[in-house]
């Protein structure tokens, strides 16, 4: 049985969030969503630009290898879009060549006629654009552009969380790491203590000092006292 326009909207929301939880694969939930666009409005194909760090990174999602090559370019609605957090529509392709000159010569030869960029933006930030093409010269109907919003209001929650999730393992990872490496500093220190007749402050100390003076890290020369690779009497008290 065919689904409602209503059925589909739903599955495909359904389907990106699925694709946040599962490995929160950003290239592949730009991908998914600019596909889910195109199939859900109509449309012959759909870009997304994400521009991340004042726009020096960015990453691209298409629902097709044609719009992936405009996507990846400098110039068009959707790059005007992500750095002005505004819509930019283009409703006749053949009459923007002064603006966009390598764009609109792509769009045009790949049989695309018309543009319409929706800023991906939560609050105050804007982190990228949603890019509609069509076939047809004129503007989206106001419902094709209220579904169109919606979905770029989705992505961009969907990936604000996914960096959320991102910066909380990282940040996870690196406080692992401090206690991981404080527990070996804590070893070493017994280690170097039993062997020179050092309190644990002393050995320590010899420790820091072997390490600044050879330029080691100090969790590093720790690991090397535990395991027994490195001479704890090269160490001055």
Not at 66 to 76: I, M, N, Q, S, Y
Request: hydrophobic share 45%.
């Amino acid at each position: 049985m065919t689904s409602t326009p209503v059925e589909e909207l739903a599955e495909t929301f359904v389907e990106l969030a699925d694709t946040m939880v599962d490995g929160c694969d950003q290239g592949a939930f730009l991908n998914l969503l600019a596909d889910r666009c195109a199939r859900l409005l109509d449309l012959p194909a759909a870009a997304l630009l994400l521009v991340e760090h004042g726009g020096q990174a960015r990453m691209e999602g298409a629902s097709d290898d044609p719009t992936r090559v405009l996507a990846r370019l400098d110039e068009g609605p959707g790059p005007d879009c992500a750095r002005s957090g505004e819509p930019v529509i283009a409703p006749d392709l053949t009459r923007t060549s002064l603006r966009w000159p390598e764009f609109t010569a792509l769009a045009l030869s790949t049989g695309f006629t018309s543009a319409h960029a929706l800023p991906m933006r939560r609050r105050s930030s804007v982190i990228g654009s949603l890019t509609l093409f069509s076939e047809d010269i004129g503007e989206l109907d106001k419902a094709t552009g209220r579904v169109g919003q919606a979905a770029a209001d989705l992505a961009t929650i969907g990936l604000l969380q996914i960096r959320a999730l991102r910066r909380q393992e990282e940040i996870a990872g690196q406080l692992q790491h401090a206690l991981t490496s404080r527990v070996v500093i804590e070893q070493a220190k017994g280690v170097t203590g039993e062997r020179m007749g050092l309190g644990m402050d002393a050995a320590f100390n010899a420790l820091r000092r072997y390490a600044r003076s050879n330029n080691v890290r100090i969790a590093e020369l720790a690991a090397s006292v535990v395991d027994g690779s490195f001479d704890t009497g090269l160490l001055e008290p």
